[in-house]
């Protein structure tokens, strides 16, 4: 059968092309691309022997290791849908979200077997429940051990097609978690780079390309410290692994700056990909902290995406890493994939090159410069919210005869093309009539030299509706300053509308796993903050 943009075709491409070399280095297993192919031949022949066939839905419930990239392989190599599952969720998020992708099989981590067993008589599609060992003393009762797959006769065929799909289930931030499904092709060359990020020849035009990709790629290890479930992270991985690069992965339980840079030296890490300040702050903290302690002189590249990734730390960072690394900064969502690379404003604020598949929506129109609207993305998008056909027609239109994802940031087209990116929608503060964008006010909190972190909400107010609050953590050592310090700070690049009108320090910021602020979190904290 003739080879198809699918990923399952395109990794066993890599993988007979570059059998030898290392595709993925962790704590607990290394594997070249031909033991990863064929261990997950294994577990795709143990996962059909259950009862999982194509076009089944299998989510993936770990924390970052090997497994994670190797199951995710099996699944789509059996045809069947891979979907992520964040490893936070309680008992009743687990519910809603494996009922809502009508879960066949979901491969979990050993820690997760307790809260597993309990829901399995409240999912009526599942057929396999699978345990991979991390150490944990749980148990394999009622649940099939992952490493039993790996002992299971191989499969001749298995069927594939071009329009299977993957699904990335959203973060749940704006709403209930919503399965979003991408076509593989879609997904390779929307979220991917077509396997052309690591090779001068760039994107391939056809499926047997990816033998030439992977042949002449540059020899490089990426690690992406964001949680697989992540699509930043995936997308980082996969990237990776389509050019024939060998993939990092830390396994600790914790983010442990000082292990990361220990880890990327005595590894020889030439990519680093982050989600935004979460990560930065702590990374470039460590290094200011320890300065030459770390050779990282094979850095090449430290990149962030899904995330807000301050130009404030982005200047320290390049004092701090080799001149020969560059940074970069880039945007994407689960509905758009990757949209662009990032650059900065004179504001500091991310901007995009609008072009004919990148564009300002407002309503059913494109905007003109000038105007402010939704960024929407065409192209190589998903199909529509798996289940969920009304959300779909809300957020995948036609306009002028071609479908846009219309991805719920907003932005303004500026006089030389450019689009300059405020933030989700969802978490515009509305102050006396006026929009107030919470990322635009954060950035210019971190610049604040006793600020480490900030994230900004809305608070009820009788006369304004809203009002704007700053909720932020200290620097280390630092001395708070006051709110009226603050605001004369703030005033000095933001109009006084925008500028805070309460102050709420805390000894963190709540993130999410992926490192994004939790607007939900400072929505509660700043309905008590008093001004």
């Given amino acids: 059968m003739a080879k198809q943009f699918h990923l399952a075709d395109l990794f066993e491409t890599v993988a007979a092309t570059v059998p030898s070399k290392i595709a993925l280095e962790s704590d607990s297993l290394t594997l070249t691309y031909a033991e990863l192919n064929a261990r997950a031949e294994r577990i795709a022949s143990g996962l059909a022997a ?7 839905t299998v989510g993936i419930y770990l924390m970052n290791r090997a497994e994670h990239i190797e199951a995710f392989i099996a699944i789509v190599k059996l045809g069947a849908v891979p979907f992520n599952v964040n490893f936070r969720y309680r008992e009743d998020e687990l519910r809603y979200l494996f009922q809502n992708a009508a879960a066949a099989a979901v491969i979990h981590g050993a820690e997760f077997n307790d809260i ?10 599942l057929k396999a429940s699978v345990s991979v060992e991390d150490g944990s003393d749980t148990g394999t009762a009622g649940l099939i051990a992952y490493n039993t797959l790996l002992e299971s006769p191989l499969l001749s065929h298995f069927e594939r097609s071009e329009d299977d799909i993957l699904l990335i289930y959203t973060g749940g931030t704006t ?8 076509r593989h092709q879609a997904f390779v060359f929307g979220c991917v780079g077509g396997g052309g990020y690591f090779n001068p020849s760039g994107p391939m035009q056809a499926p047997q390309d990816i033998a030439d990709r992977a042949a002449k790629g540059y020899p490089l290890k990426l690690l992406p410290l964001a949680p697989l479930m992540h699509a930043a992270a995936l997308w980082a991985a996969w990237s990776a692994l389509l050019n024939g690069l060998t993939v990092v992965l830390d396994e600790s339980r914790t983010f442990d700056a000082e292990a990361i840079w220990t880890k990327i030296e005595e590894l020889g890490v030439n990519i680093v990909q982050i989600v935004g300040d979460a990560m930065a702050i702590p990374l470039r903290d460590t290094l200011r902290s320890h300065p030459e302690r770390w050779n990282l002189q094979r850095l090449v590249n430290f990149g962030s995406g899904g995330a807000v990734f301050s130009q404030t730390v982005k200047d320290d960072l390049r004092d701090l890493l080799p001149l020969s690394a560059t940074i970069s900064d880039g945007m994407g969502s689960s509905e758009t994939g990757i949209s662009g690379p990032g650059a900065t404003s004179t504001d500091g604020m991310m901007q995009l090159q609008s072009s004919e598949n990148l564009k300002v929506v407002l309503d059913d129109r494109f905007a003109q410069a000038g105007e402010t609207g939704i960024i929407a993305r065409s192209g190589y998008t998903p199909i529509g919210y798996f289940g969920d056909p009304v959300k779909t027609a809300e957020v995948f239109r036609t306009i002028e005869g071609k479908v846009w994802v219309i991805s719920g940031d907003t932005g303004r087209l500026e ?10 929608g969802s978490t515009c503060i509305n102050s006396g009539g006026e929009k107030v964008f919470p990322e635009e006010v954060e950035q210019v909190l971190r610049d604040h ?14 006369r304004w509706g809203e009002r704007v609050v700053a909720i932020v953590s200290p620097n280390d050592g630092a001395v708070r300053p006051p709110l009226g310090e603050l605001r004369e700070f703030l005033g000095q690049k933001l109009a006084g509308y925008k500028v805070p009108k309460a102050l709420v320090w805390v000894d963190e910021v709540r993130r999410s796993p992926a490192g994004k602020q939790d607007y939900r979190w400072a929505l509660s904290i700043a309905a008590n903050a008093v001004g």
């Fill in 415 to 424: 006089q030389d093309g450019m689009i300059t990116v405020f933030g989700r």
């Fill in 449 to 462: 030299p006793a600020i480490r972190d900030a994230v900004v909400a809305g608070q009820p107010d009788a």
């Fill in 50 to 56: 259950n009862g999982v066939k194509h076009g089944d």
């Fill in 116 to 125: 597993m067993r309990a829901l399995q008589p409240q999912l009526p599609d």
């Fill in 175 to 182: 709403g209930m978690p919503k399965g979003v499904m991408w």
